[in-house]
């Protein structure tokens, strides 16, 4: 990997004390969607279901969409 952004506001002040993975972590989703080609749904948050994914490949693997 290269280049690896995340959305989650819940798990972002933990990740860093846990993991020495860089990661990129998006103030918001629609912000995250314009930073990405690829984007893998790991939480089924009912917000991320009317966020717009046109373009973009999308692994769902909550089967949130």
Do not use: M
Not at 10 to 35: G, N, V
Not at 45 to 62: A, C, F, Q
């Amino acid at each position: 990997h290269t280049n690896i952004f995340a959305h989650d506001p819940l798990a972002q002040a933990e990740y860093a004390k846990s993991f020495s993975h860089a990661i990129t972590f998006a103030r918001t989703a629609d912000a995250l969607l314009s930073s990405v080609d690829v984007v893998g749904l790991c939480t089924a948050w009912p917000e991320y279901k009317t966020l717009d994914y046109s373009g973009k490949r999308v692994i769902d693997g909550r089967y949130v969409l």
